[in-house]
């Protein structure tokens, strides 16, 4: 049985491994490209109109549109997401990896992202579906498949995935709990029952619950770090220009600094810097079809807005905030042998001592919260598709609920095969979310025009033009998709 393990092992890594080079990352950055060029630069041009639809709708309280939950508390869910333990572990990553070159390259994976994101924003909201029976407007990648492309059988297939999340997950739990064990001193398995009830309680009130407590959690979370580390940042003014010219002149150029990178490629830059951009703010992992679907707007592409929001919020300021941590205080070439979460620790003690770490382990605890969070969401939503809109689902989504929460009590085990093929399973959701994103580029081009041509120019008339809103029947791919009896 360990030999079987162990030769499954090294053929997970193998795939994944491949997969998640070259390929992956010309086919994630190629529709970002293509989605930027299409949209004429619009998620990065007119910062201000999308800034006013993002973070400009924190207290905003009277909504139009149709939907389950306020846009931004939907965003907040969605940002919960791409903020995780990856904001902290990623970066470090990237720069020892790649050297300060690749910390551009996570930046311009940002900047493209940001279409990438708006149009999955906008396919999430143009196929997502309403259930009666849990009165909520729901998507996600198998119903763009699906009500989208008519590919059913693939939409179901990849649903059933959400078998293996909970199990994938469990190296997330084990950071949460290892990070409350350092910050307060509480035993690990204390610590995951805290979890799991906290987790369970947020759970089972559904979207409107999560969103609520992703309302309020995420905001303070985001502003505690981002605070921490600006001060952090201007304790060592004098270092900001040298490390700007060493991003930016070692994008192009290799890196001969000293220490494990020593010698790194704009090649290895360009890799290491795209790996950890992506996996960061996920733009093109599908994860924009879901939570947004349930936003109320009176347009998909004021929704879409928040491509632009999620990819500066989550990368180019946190991201760049635990870069700038670690170059500012120099704990790169202090601790050459050092990556990933560690690297960050000492990079915050020497700026605050005791206290950084503290600040640590707090951000990892909160960022991989608020992740699980999001992924238990992500679960149900695959559920929902799977029962559909019956009685079935209802009883499913509490079975899912009891699945989700107690594998976590094995989250002390060695969970690095899991990844793996967690790894290996994501490589077609993110195949088969690319191939959607790309084969429905003129429908997503169609609404992005209608908003700007239409119905903005309407409203800055004084006009309340039709709205663009979709609220799909459940049974939309047998109406729309389904074969005719051939007898």
């Not at 300021?317 to 704990?331: K, L, W």
Request: proline fraction near 3%; glycine fraction near 12%.
């Amino acid at each position: 049985m360990e030999a079987f393990i162990e030769i499954l092992t090294v053929v997970v890594r193998t795939v994944s491994g491949f997969f998640w080079g070259p390929p992956l990352f010309i086919g994630v950055l190629g529709t970002g490209i293509y989605y930027t060029i299409a949209f004429k630069g619009a998620y990065q041009l007119r910062g201000r109109h999308h800034w006013k639809n993002t973070f400009g709708t924190m207290f905003a309280k009277d909504v139009e549109g149709e939907g389950t939950v306020r846009s931004f508390a939907a965003a907040m869910v969605s940002i919960s997401s791409v903020i995780g333990v990856g904001n902290i572990a990623g970066p470090a990553t990237a720069l020892v990896s790649g050297g300060p070159g690749a910390v551009f390259w996570m930046w311009m994976t940002a900047l493209v992202g940001m279409s990438t994101k708006a149009a999955e924003i906008t396919l999430g909201q143009r196929y997502r579906v309403y259930f009666e029976g849990i009165d909520e407007y729901l998507c996600g990648r198998a119903y763009v498949l699906q009500n989208g492309l008519g590919w059913r059988r693939l939409a179901q297939g990849l649903s059933w995935i959400v078998v293996t999340s909970p199990w994938a997950l469990l190296v997330q739990t084990n950071a949460v709990a290892t990070s409350i064990q350092e910050a307060f001193n509480v035993p690990v398995t204390v610590g995951i029952a805290f979890i799991m009830v906290t987790l369970g309680i947020t759970i089972i009130g559904g979207v409107r619950r999560i969103a609520a407590v992703a309302d309020k959690v995420v905001p303070v979370m985001a502003v505690f770090y981002i605070t921490a580390g600006i001060i952090l940042v201007a304790m060592n003014l004098s270092e900001i220009p040298a490390m700007f010219m060493s991003i930016v002149g070692n994008s192009f150029t290799p890196y001969a600094g000293a220490g494990a990178v020593a010698g790194a490629t704009v090649a290895e830059a360009m890799r290491f810097g795209v790996a950890r951009g992506v996996y960061s703010n996920e733009a093109g992992m599908g994860t924009g079809f879901n939570v947004h679907a349930a936003a109320i707007v009176d347009h998909p592409i004021r929704q879409a807005s928040w491509g632009f929001g999620e990819c500066f919020l989550d990368t180019l300021i946190v991201c760049s905030i635990t870069v700038f941590a670690i170059m500012a205080t120099g704990a790169n070439f202090a601790n050459p042998d050092v990556t990933g979460a560690a690297l960050v620790t000492i990079a915050w003690q020497i700026a605050y001592g005791y206290w950084g770490g503290v600040i640590v382990a707090l951000a990892t605890t909160f960022f991989a919260w608020t992740t699980l969070l999001t992924a238990y969401y992500g679960g149900e939503k695959r559920v929902n598709f799977l029962a559909g809109d019956t009685r079935l689902n209802r009883i499913a989504m509490w079975a899912f609920i009891v699945y989700f929460i107690a594998p976590m009590v094995f989250a002390g085990a060695d969970t690095g095969l899991l990844w793996l093929i967690s790894d290996t399973v994501l490589i077609i959701g993110v195949t088969s979310s690319i191939l959607a994103l790309l084969l429905l580029r003129k429908e997503v081009v169609r609404l992005h025009y209608d908003y700007w041509d239409r119905f903005i120019p309407g409203i800055e008339r004084g006009e309340k033009p039709d709205r663009v809103s979709y609220g799909l029947s459940p049974n939309y791919w047998d109406e729309h998709f389904k074969k005719k009896n051939k007898g």
